[in-house]
């Protein structure tokens, strides 16, 4: 490092900005969020010193005896087995939601961006008009699904209604609620996955496709010996990425399901909040879920590597 530091000197200067600012943005808080999570800080107890004011306008102050104090791994303990919060609820519900979104993500994103990559007329307004999900801030979003979902008002049951059948009470079970921000996230999230997937279509030499033809592969053998290996690179990418992002999309499950019903369509990040900032506010409890979390996708981010590697792809 002393010799790289010697011989470029000006990189290191030019990387120190965004080095302190992810210091004091990511580094400290991601620090002082694992240590609450071995203490019981809480909204009762997070003061240090009880002032008090006194006659004449003085104000004393005296160490909190009931302030928050090490417990050591037992705000993990509590969340495992299930004494504080619904941890296994909501890590089901995240894998679900998770898997669901990213597999409808990809598969709708191949199939669009296939289509797009061919010569047709109208293409380009296909294009735009396929990306605008992606340029609506996802609370946005969030908010329009909640009401196309309304039970009284929504479109989906207005449609049913109109075609003769019942319509729907999409939030009253826990699966057809989790289903709306399952439909919610893929419309927010395909156009992202099409893009990426379409430049690495581009990029596919075209030469491939000619030589295939002639040897007389079919359209679907020239798509699984050729298009889906071309697009490994992109394809391991925009999985990994799509992944950590759906873990931890927070406004689709706040704002469309709201929990309902009673709380049993929560997501881990949902419950982390919920922890945070409702009731009596329990950071360490926050702080808890915050560390398994981020445990979790350091860990599938860990395997998918291995598994990438054992394949020959480089990550």
Not at 61 to 68: F, K, R, S, T, Y
Not at 157 to 185: C, H, K, M
Not at 197 to 207: F, H, K, R, T
Request: charged share 15%; hydrophobic share 50%; glycine share 8%.
């Amino acid at each position: 490092m002393r010799k790289s530091f010697d011989r470029h000197w000006y990189a290191w200067a030019m990387v120190l900005p965004t080095v302190i600012v992810l210091g004091v943005l990511v580094f400290y808080p991601l620090v002082q969020g694992v240590w609450q999570s071995f203490t019981n800080l809480n909204e009762s107890n997070q003061r240090e010193e009880i002032c008090t004011k006194v006659l004449g306008g003085a104000e004393t102050c005296e160490p909190n005896p009931d302030g928050a104090r090490f417990v050591g791994l037992e705000n993990y303990v509590d969340v495992l087995t299930g004494q504080q919060g619904h941890f296994w609820l909501q890590l089901s519900n995240t894998l679900v939601w998770t898997i669901a979104c990213v597999v409808l993500h990809y598969g709708i994103g191949l199939t669009l961006a296939v289509m797009l990559n061919r010569n047709f007329r109208g293409r380009g307004f296909y294009r735009v008009a396929l990306i605008l999900p992606w340029a609506v801030p996802s609370f946005v979003a969030a908010f329009a699904w909640r009401f196309i979902f309304d039970e009284r008002f929504g479109i989906i049951n207005g449609v049913l209604r109109a075609v003769g059948l019942d319509p729907v009470a999409w939030f009253e079970q826990r699966w057809t609620s989790l289903f709306t921000a399952i439909v919610a996230n893929v419309w927010l999230g395909v156009p992202f996955m099409m893009v990426a997937l379409l430049g690495g279509l581009q990029s596919i030499n075209g030469d491939l496709y000619e030589a295939a033809e002639m040897d007389g592969a079919t359209p679907w053998q020239r798509f699984v010996n050729i298009t889906l290996p071309g697009l490994r690179p992109v394809s391991s990418t925009v999985i990994l990425l799509g992944t950590i992002w759906t873990f931890n999309m927070f406004p689709i499950i706040y704002f469309v399901t709201r929990g309902q019903p009673a709380g049993s369509t929560e997501i881990l990040v949902t419950g982390a909040y919920r922890a945070a900032f409702e009731g009596i506010r329990d950071y360490s409890l926050a702080a808890t879920y915050g560390v398994l979390i981020l445990s979790i996708l350091v860990v599938y981010a860990s395997v998918y590597k291995r598994m990438l590697a054992k394949q020959g792809e480089v990550f």
